[in-house]
């Protein structure tokens, strides 16, 4: 059970330069910079990510969320022609969505949306956080017509147009569901993979559906107050067997990105071993926190006082982790998405 203690949403804001958000992804994926923190030492070192190979050692095993990314952005107009951004968040039934809509106003129970000739959809209901449930028309699968008509849904910071949509996946992403990437991935290439199993360490891949509810501003300032939003997760009988043999034998799991985290601390019994199951996890890790399966994590530095800040505060301290922080602004490293990566040993 996680302690209650009163932490506020401020104590985890740090001052973040606007140029120092990451507008588009490094060339190659694993060319960008690599901050590693060690938490026996509080040493920081200052590397190229494709560095992160020498800090892996054989029979690690390194845990990965093949969630892709759908192109989940919609621009539709209602009767009257009023424009409407539809944002999909979860998919409830073959062609019913939690959705959320941009203007609201616009979007009341009984609205007729259309998107063009081959999607329209309908307002059934408002949720009590004021997202919308609504119901799709269109012929043939919807992932194909979605293809075709949705737009890459990138962070409202990021103002670039992305010239390659794959840029915003991981190049192991198989599983379609996200509103969002588990950006740790995107710095990752195939030969950098091949090198890392070549090393000897063993790769366990588990899915974690990311909504936004992971990225949704904290907005209560006891921090204990916040909801997360429920998130899609699976994790394999291959997945739970890979990390269990190396929770038995003493081997480091070290998990590529916080949604892998989350994934993995929802599913572990309390002598951090897993089962194979699916369901919906809300789980909100804030410091203290102990983990019952997790030894390390590669991330991406995160916006303040948000929920992923406050699980990357909980592997150390919110004062270690606020003067990583401090340091990766001093050094000038590129946050957020298409940011740099912080490995946490």
Sequence with gaps: MQQQTALKKSDFYYDLPEELIAQTPSEPRDSSRLLVYHRDTHEIEHKIFYNV??????????????????????YAHTLHGGAVEVLLLKRLALDTWEVLVRPGKKCRPGTHLVVNEELALDVLSVTDSGERIVKFAYEGAFEDVLSRVGTMPLPPYIHEKLKDPERYQTVYSKENGSAAAPTAGLHFTPELLERIRAKGVEIAEVLLHVGLGTFRPVKEENVLDHKMHSEYYEVSEEAADIVNRAKREGRRVICVGTTSVRTLETVADENGYLHACKGNTEIFIYPPYKFKCVDALITNFHL????????????????????????????????????DACLIL
């Design 53 to 74: 190979i020498d800090y892996l050692r054989e029979g690690d095993v390194l845990v990965v969320n093949r969630t892709r990314v759908l192109p989940a952005r919609l």
């Design 304 to 339: 303040p006082e948000s929920t992923l800040l406050m699980l990357v505060s909980a592997l150390c301290s919110r004062e270690e982790m606020l003067e990583v922080y401090r340091v990766a602004v001093e050094e000038r490293y590129r946050f957020f998405s298409f940011g």
